[in-house]
């Protein structure tokens, strides 16, 4: 599998699909997760797209750093873009990947065609009340199994029987993870804020927020807002695992988007 190195250490990346005359799409995970956040996409994505998928940094077969920040994740982006030659791209992201979106589009935005953003916020503090207990809880990940850790956090973002067949999935790479790296990155996330450079993305952008998401609708809403070419829509009985618990609605708006279809966005959901 390609590994490339910026700064320092080891960057996992993957290609797939094939090259058209639409430029290549760079896919990117959330927190805890890696490139296999993906899989139900890639389907609907190799028939007439070149995929970049990457993983972050700490993540899947990514090294590890001392220090982590959005910026230098964006940065790290913008590095392997330049190696494979690639001009500009479309991105989509979910969860903290969003972040990473958000930071490259806003910083190079002549490099960012199109934008999905996927469950996410420009800060952490944009979480519901009740999940913010991940803030404080970084401080004693370090001293619980990771199986354990990832059941529990599971349960929080994918509540229910209707999501058990997820939650399945998901536990299967979550409990992979370091939980003391783990809690590393999330205390280096905390003081993330990024609503001041939202207004600098130039991206098309569509912002896709599942009903019961982790981060709030009100949040989702001024992104929308604030993002000078963003449209939203909230994608009914959906967490935050919109790409898996509804990835057939999910699929349809992601490649009507990209390819330009006309699409009757559904209204915001209170």
Not at 256 to 266: T, Y
Request: hydrophobic share 45%; aromatic share 6%; charged share 15%.
């Amino acid at each position: 599998m390609p590994i490339t190195w910026t700064n320092g250490y080891p960057f996992f990346y993957r290609v797939v699909g094939r090259k058209t005359q639409q430029p290549p799409i760079v896919l990117i995970h959330g927190l805890a997760s890696s490139h296999k956040d993906w899989l139900l996409q890639m389907p609907a994505l190799c028939q007439n797209r070149q995929i970049i998928l990457v993983d972050l940094p700490g993540h899947g077969r990514s090294g590890c750093k001392s220090s982590y920040n959005i910026p230098a994740m964006a940065d790290d982006i913008y590095r392997l873009l330049n190696e494979l030659g690639i001009p500009q791209c479309d991105v989509m992201a979910i969860s903290m990947g969003g972040m990473v979106a958000m930071s490259l589009a806003s910083a190079r935005p002549a490099q960012v065609r199109k934008l999905i953003l996927v469950n996410t916020a420009p800060s952490l503090q944009d979480l519901v009340p009740s999940m913010r207990y991940l803030l404080p809880l970084r401080n004693i990940m370090g001293f619980i199994p990771m199986p354990i850790l990832a059941r529990a956090l599971l349960r929080h973002m994918l509540p229910g029987r209707k999501h058990a067949a997820v939650r399945h999935h998901a536990l299967k790479y979550w409990q992979q993870n370091n939980p003391t790296r783990l809690a590393h990155i999330l205390g280096c996330l905390t003081g993330t804020d990024l609503w001041p450079q939202l207004e600098d993305i130039r991206a098309e952008t569509l912002i896709i927020h599942g009903q019961h998401d982790s981060f709030s609708l009100a949040s989702a809403m001024a992104m929308c807002r604030t993002i000078p070419k963003a449209e939203m829509i909230t994608v009914k009985n959906s967490g935050h695992a919109t790409v898996a618990d509804q990835h057939a609605r999910f699929n349809e708006l992601m490649t009507g988007f990209l390819n330009h279809k006309h699409q009757v966005l559904e209204p915001f959901l209170p």
